[in-house]
């Protein structure tokens, strides 16, 4: 029998014939997403796929990590058909279990990302498509100083978040509050932003190039299994420190002076300066948080795959889709609704092709915006 693999993309991966026991094996280049597909044709004279819509099978294979495909086959008299729905429908339900534990991990990381972005638009108003390259510019600066100065990345990696902060203040310092004082227009910022994230994507791919890049630490993990779903440390780790600083994040915003000055500037800024508040201050610290967030998102994703220059813009689209789709300007809303993306782009594998799931997760924003274009959690505004 004959076995070839694919990956996302569809580019050929490898191709073999299986054992007279049954047994292949076809190594990967890296850890993703792959299609796995058995050859019919090739079946011994008698023996069939259980399941005949199962000769594709799609997985995601771990770094250093081997994962077992396995098909079902019968022999043509013996088929046993309660028995094969059976199967077919546990191993529906195990797949649906994985992905969708899949889809809330990268809930969580759109959500870093997304609720820094959100908090920013709702600050100054500014759609900042250079937010994603944030999420870069953390993987690459803990990556300089995992690799190059041998820090580990426990160490790197705080150091990196420091980094980031003062690049997010003097970002606005130096750089968006000229254009508010020189009262740039919103469509004018966000052209600049634009030209700002090619210009920091191509520096890092100048600086860096274009192939794939792993931290010196947490690259090769075991994965273990609780229940039907299959994970690593590493992403259960990730998982648990994004929870605690977009629970954080949240408190600070209802509880802290800062998170209620915060509100009132994205409410009402000329209020808000009527009543004590230095807007300008409370801006350029929203700047250093949302980039720090957005760093520790870029650094969480970086050991969980290879650190590459375009990973930032690869979420980026799924950011915009997660803040919209909770209602602009919320830092909650963008946490409700990067899960709700996170979760359908996974779980919609189910049924879609893998490399098409973006897709669908844009068609589901489209589809909630024509019901309340407010998004879930926004507020409707008045216009004239």
Known sequence: ????????????????????????????????????????????????????????????????????????????????????????????????????????????????????????????????????????????????????????????????????????????????????????????????????????????LFLFGGESRPYNEYVAQEGIEIGPIFATPKGLIAMAIQIVVLIAVGLALTYTRLGKATRAVADNPALAASSGINVDRVIRIVWAAGTTIAALAGILLGTTQNLNYQMGLQVLLLMFAGVTLGGLGTAYGALVGSLIVGLFVQVSTLWIPPEMKTVGALVVLIIVLLVRPQGILGRRERIG
């Open 1 to 204: 029998m004959k076995i070839s693999v694919v990956d996302e993309n569809n580019a050929p991966v490898g191709e073999a014939t299986t054992s007279a026991t049954g047994d292949w094996a076809i190594p990967v280049p890296k850890a993703g997403m792959y299609k796995v597909t058995l050859d019919v044709n090739t079946l011994p004279q008698g023996v069939s796929l259980r399941n005949p819509d199962r000769a594709t099978l799609t997985v995601q294979v771990f770094e250093g990590n081997e994962r077992n495909v396995l098909f079902a086959l019968v022999s043509g008299d013996a088929a046993d058909e309660e028995a094969a729905a059976a199967e077919a429908e546990d191993s529906w339900w195990t797949r649906l279990a994985q992905l969708s534990f899949e889809g809330i991990s990268l809930g969580l990381t759109i959500a870093l990302g997304a609720v820094g972005l959100s908090l920013i638009f709702g600050t100054t108003g500014l759609t900042n498509f250079a937010h994603g390259e944030l999420l870069t510019l953390g993987a690459f600066t803990a990556y300089v100083l995992n690799t190059s100065l041998g820090l580990h990345l426990l160490i790197a990696a705080p150091l990196a978040l420091v980094i980031a902060a003062a690049f997010g203040y003097g970002q606005d310092r130096y750089f968006w509050g000229v254009l508010r004082e020189r009262k740039t227009g919103l469509i004018g910022m966000m052209i600049i932003s634009i030209g700002l994230a090619i210009f920091l994507r191509n520096l890092t």
